[in-house]
T-cell receptor, first 112, second 115 residues
């Protein structure tokens, strides 16, 4: 089976812009979670989707949003980008919410 | 909410020695504890996990122990090899009213294995 894929792998944006990141889970997996990884804060949970519904949300501002489609693919959007949004954004998929999560390669976002 | 503390933040061992990384969690409802290994520039990879109905789990040179009373769990790597060098993350997830919570990660431990 193909692993979790994320596109794009790298992005450079400027402050105030918005960005959309995409995640394709392992075939058959219905749960997708998003994380922000930075050197100082480690891996921080953004949100989790299961069957197109957001089940959990982390402590991030409303500028961060996401959605999941009927084929389980997920997108996250960040509006009005700030310098502090520069990070590696990782998504992880699991068969069901209680199962082990498998990570994608991440999208490296740089905000200038 | 859940909080996961991980120690040490860096660990250096000689090849062949054992390495131990410890994590504590705050929420007694947590019932799933995975460990991830992240090599430089790569994605985190699940190396072992344990659920709260088990006290210990082994997979070749890797073992995880869980003490629910003390709310801590540990990763043990025996006979370390240079390829074990990476950042290791612990995590915890709870169950609330039949619904699964999200994973909360520790800050990571950078393990260096010297040949």
């Amino acid at each position: 089976k193909a692993g979790v894929t994320q596109t794009p792998r790298y992005l450079i944006k400027t402050r105030g812009q918005q960005v959309t990141l995409s995640c394709s889970p392992i075939s058959g997996h219905r749960s997708v979670s998003w994380y922000q990884q930075t050197p100082g804060q480690g891996l921080q949970f953004l949100f989790e989707y299961f069957s197109e519904t957001q089940r959990n949300k982390g402590n991030f501002p409303g500028r961060f949003s996401g959605r999941q489609f009927s084929n389980s693919r997920s997108e996250m959007n960040v509006s009005t980008l700030e310098l502090g949004d520069s990070a590696l954004y990782l998504c992880a998929s699991s068969l069901l919410a209680r199962d082990e999560q498998f990570f994608g390669p991440g999208t490296r976002l740089t905000v200038l | 909410g859940e909080n996961v503390e991980q120690h040490p933040s860096t660990l250096s061992v000689q090849e062949g020695d054992s390495a131990v990384i410890k994590c504590t969690y705050s929420d007694s409802a947590s019932n799933y504890f995975p460990w991830y290994k992240q090599e430089l520039g790569k994605r985190p990879q699940l190396i072992i996990d344990i659920r709260s109905n088990v006290g210990e789990k082994k997979d070749q040179r890797i073992a995880v122990t869980l003490n629910k009373t003390a709310k801590h769990f540990s990763l043990h790597i025996t006979e370390t090899q240079p390829e074990d060098s990476a950042v290791y993350f612990c995590a915890a997830r709870g169950s609330y009213g039949g619904s699964q919570g999200n994973l909360i990660f520790g800050k990571g431990t950078k393990l260096s294995v010297k040949p």
